[in-house]
């Protein structure tokens, strides 16, 4: 069973961040370990920067499998061919033999996208079983859960959940132009808007506007403003969110600003799953913003302010296990 990550209401700190090796593993669910005729199965986490491959079968008895980090696969990052490429170096990695393929990817969220990754998959992995899911999924698998709501915070946003009833609901993950408040981009955007906001008001610029100007070279916030126009790609900047939350942990006043704002807008996915689909749920956080920064993990869960609060809890492996629980299930059905 997974530690459950417990949040004071309070406010007095935010509990440590179980580190993903930790945590109780999906594919240790059953007691006995595989047996030796357990076949090969793949889990994909497809994201926006990168894909995360899992392939798992009987010589893996300790729950651990051939793992591959690719480039990604992501239909909407980089068009089909993109993809095609990068799923078909994964398959001639993985080797012959695997039965299910389960993908969890940012952004199928339709039945004509989902379908165009299943051709490529049924393509690269003949005769397997296929599934693809939206990455939200994988992640309830990888904490455990059938039944609970997850939010995410990475380059993007999104919340989705499913009661026990198999209800679902969403908010959020419309991408950076339409939304993903709270996530690495936004956070970033907002600093930078920061910087324009000091240098017209005549100031001199802060300890976290230096920062960010040192980490893309640049000498002011017109130059700065001018970088973020010409390279708009919200992975490329998501990367600096980090920097902004490390400033915010050592008590920036406009870092701290940054952060508030995004765990409003976080707890805000949050509340509105979990008021569609019952508030005595659990709530699982993942994503490189939530899991790596405590600060902004409890900011989120004081905010959402559950009657239960030990129900929070940080996912405590990476979601590709969930993809991978998710494709044994497939040849167990």
């Known amino acids: 069973m997974e530690e459950v990550q417990q949040f004071p209401e309070n406010g007095g700190g935010s509990p440590s961040v179980e580190s993903a ?7 240790k669910a059953d007691a006995t370990g595989p047996s030796e005729t357990t076949p090969a199965v793949l889990g994909l986490h497809i994201g926006g920067s ?32 993109g993809a095609d490429a ?8 993985v080797g012959s033999g695997i039965e299910a393929v389960c993908a969890g990817a940012a952004g199928a969220d339709t039945p004509a996208s989902r379908a ?3 051709a490529l998959l049924t393509e690269h992995f ?20 059938d039944a609970g709501v997850v939010l995410v915070a990475g380059t993007g946003s999104v919340a989705w959940g499913r009661n026990g009833d198999g209800i679902q609901a969403r908010s959020g993950g419309y991408g950076y132009l339409l939304g993903d408040e709270g996530g690495g981009y936004s956070v970033v955007r907002d600093a930078v808007r920061e910087a324009l906001r000091e240098y017209y008001a ?19 916030a017109l130059q700065l403003m001018d970088s973020f126009y010409a390279k708009p790609e919200p992975d490329h900047w998501a990367t600096l969110a980090p920097l902004v939350l490390e400033l915010a942990a050592e008590g920036d006043h406009a ?26 749920l659990p709530l699982v956080m993942a994503g490189s913003l939530l899991v790596n920064h405590s600060e902004l993990a409890g900011a989120v869960a004081r905010k959402v302010s559950l009657e239960d609060p030990s129900s929070i809890r940080i996912l405590a492996q990476t979601p590709v296990h969930g993809a991978v629980e998710l ?4 040849i167990k059905a």
């Open 21 to 27: 090796a930790a945590g109780a593993s999906a594919l």
């Open 50 to 81: 990168k894909t995360h491959a899992v392939r798992w079968d009987a010589t893996h008895a300790n729950g651990e499998g051939m793992e591959i980090t690719e480039a990604s696969a992501n239909l909407s990052s980089v068009g089909h061919q």
């Open 86 to 93: 990068v799923l078909r170096r994964i398959a001639a990695s």
């Open 116 to 118: 165009v990754l299943s």
């Open 126 to 145: 003949p005769g397997a079983r296929i599934e693809v899911v939206h990455d939200t999924r994988i992640v309830l698998a990888a904490a455990g859960l």
């Open 202 to 220: 005549g100031l001199e610029p802060g300890t976290m506007v230096r920062a960010l100007m040192a980490a893309t070279a640049n000498v002011d």
């Open 255 to 280: 870092a701290v600003r940054i952060q508030a704002e995004a765990a409003h807008h976080l707890a805000a996915l949050a509340r509105q799953v979990l008021g569609e689909l019952g508030l005595d």
């Open 327 to 330: 494709a044994r299930q497939l």
